[in-house]
Structures are given as structure tokens and as C-alpha cells.
Nanobody, 124 residues
Framework: QVQLVDSGGGLVQAGGSLRLSCVAS????????LGWFRQAPGKEREFVAA????????YYADSVKGRFTISRDKTKNTVYLQMNSLKPEDTAVYYC?????????????????WGQGTQVTVSS
């Protein structure tokens, strides 16, 4: 059974930075896609970024391109989301997710496994 534990959220001022971490366990992830999604109050869960476990493919939502960077460390079974130049509209609960058969990288319904979520709050 795949388990994802995400962490690293917090309260930060606009323009600041945070790094989220997602530790994955339960199996090997050779062909998996690992993604980050976020959900703000009253809004649907939205795609933020995704990376293939091999590292060969990376995708970003337009709203975070140039500000956020997704990466993974195979030795630690961990995926990171480095968030720079944060804006108040980035405020949300951020979720790590894993998809064993990547097809639609930006759709939350394509991902089978989810972390518990970590709150990111950006003050103006």
C-alpha cells in the first residue's frame, strides 16, 4: 500500500518562500507520476505541478510557472515543491499525490494515492 506524508506548510508573507516535502513509501515508484495539488476554501482541487519518478517529465500549472519548482530525491523517496515569490492567492491546503499509470498528469481524478495535506497561508 502506497503511503504519502506531506509536510512543510506554514504562514509566510507575500514574496516569501516555503518548501513542501512528500515522503513516499510502500513500494518502488519506477513508473509513477508524483504530483502536487492544492485546494482553497470554497474552490475545487487544482493541479500545481507533477514530475515523473524518473525525472524525465515535469509539468506546471501556468499560475505557478517561474515561481515553483518540483523535484524528487530517489535516495530519500521524497518529492519537493519549492515555492518562491508566494502570493496571497497561493493560500490553500497542498496535497501530494501519486499515480501508478500516468496518463492525465493534471487531473486529480487520475491519481490513486494522496497525502493528508499541509496548509500554506500567504499573508499580504
Amino acid at each position: 500500500q502506497v503511503q504519502l506524508v506531506d509536510s512543510g506548510g506554514g504562514l509566510v508573507q507575500a514574496g516569501g518562500s516555503l518548501r513542501l516535502s512528500c515522503v513516499a513509501s510502500g513500494r518502488t515508484f519506477g513508473n509513477y507520476a508524483l504530483g502536487w495539488f492544492r485546494q482553497a476554501p470554497g474552490k475545487e482541487r487544482e493541479f500545481v505541478a507533477a514530475i515523473s519518478w524518473s525525472g524525465g517529465m515535469i509539468y506546471y500549472a501556468d499560475s505557478v510557472k517561474g515561481r515553483f519548482t518540483i523535484s524528487r530525491d530517489k535516495t530519500k523517496n521524497t518529492v519537493y515543491l519549492q515555492m518562491n515569490s508566494l502570493k496571497p492567492e497561493d493560500t490553500a491546503v497542498y496535497y501530494c499525490a501519486a499515480d501508478p499509470r500516468p496518463r492525465n498528469w493534471v487531473s486529480s481524478t487520475a491519481y490513486d494515492y494522496w497525502g493528508q495535506g499541509t496548509q500554506v497561508t500567504v499573508s499580504s
